[in-house]
T-cell receptor
Framework: AQKVTQAQTEISVVEKEDVTLDCVYETRDTTYYLFWYKQPPSGELVFLIRRNSFDEQNEISGRYSWNFQKSTSSFNFTITASQVVDSAVYFCALRRSEWDYGGSQGNLIFGKGTKLSVKP | NAGVTQTPKFQVLKTGQSMTLQCAQDMNHNSMYWYRQDPGMGLRLIYYSASEGTTDKGEVPNGYNVSRLNKREFSLRLESAAPSQTSVYFC?????????????FGPGTRLTVT
């Protein structure tokens, strides 16, 4: 079974603090893909990053960084020097490999999300 | 380039009424999806369409039907709305290929069934 767990329901930090959002996934597939999406108060879903299961390099994009560890089935997201504009719900998602199963297994399996509040 | 558009943005229905949620994308994507988002539940897939002319059930298809009208448009129909279908509905699209591309989401439709 495929499952994504975001154990932190809500996190509140003060501006400029660093914050890490946890994501733990379950899958028996050898090839899979992990995603992070941001949902600001306005409601739209914004794509942040995609990671392949065979690429364990960490990624940094400005104040954002991602730590992918297959050994612990985790794909954690860190915001450095948080800002008020980072306040949002963040979703981690898992997707199977289309080539393993033929046809489209293209749906994303989402975690329940972590609501981040950054206070000034 | 509008991306993924959805209409309407808000809708209130009475139990038993029917309606169709419209979705269109202008990115020439092959795959399109309908999700619902409920508080504390994340997003769950209702139906998806891998390509024009095909549709498949997702995790929560009961009470819904879909139509992939053409490559651009993918509609979701509620034949007899129920209060349990009160939710925010998102349409998404993506390209397909050797590795999966990210899904692009529309702005959502907030549906209330009384």
């Amino acid at each position: 079974a495929q499952k994504v767990t975001q154990a932190q329901t809500e996190i509140s930090v003060v501006e400029k603090e660093d914050v890490t959002l946890d994501c733990v996934y379950e899958t028996r597939d050898t090839t899979y893909y992990l995603f992070w999406y941001k949902q600001p108060p306005s409601g739209e879903l914004v794509f942040l990053i995609r990671r392949n299961s065979f690429d364990e390099q960490n990624e940094i994009s400005g104040r954002y960084s991602w730590n992918f560890q297959k050994s612990t089935s985790s794909f954690n997201f860190t915001i450095t020097a948080s800002q008020v504009v980072d306040s949002a719900v963040y979703f981690c998602a898992l997707r199977r490999s289309e080539w393993d199963y033929g046809g489209s297994q293209g749906n994303l399996i989402f975690g329940k999300g972590t609501k981040l509040s950054v206070k000034p | 380039n509008a991306g993924v558009t959805q209409t309407p943005k808000f809708q209130v229905l009475k139990t038993g009424q029917s309606m169709t949620l419209q979705c269109a994308q202008d990115m020439n994507h092959n795959s399109m999806y309908w999700y619902r988002q409920d508080p504390g539940m994340g997003l769950r897939l209702i139906y998806y369409s891998a390509s024009e002319g095909t549709t498949d059930k997702g995790e929560v298809p009961n009470g819904y039907n879909v139509s992939r009208l053409n490559k651009r448009e993918f509609s979701l129909r509620l034949e007899s709305a129920a209060p349990s279908q009160t939710s925010v509905y998102f349409c998404a699209s993506s390209e397909v290929g050797a590795s999966p591309y990210e899904q692009y989401f529309g702005p959502g439709t907030r549906l209330t069934v009384t």
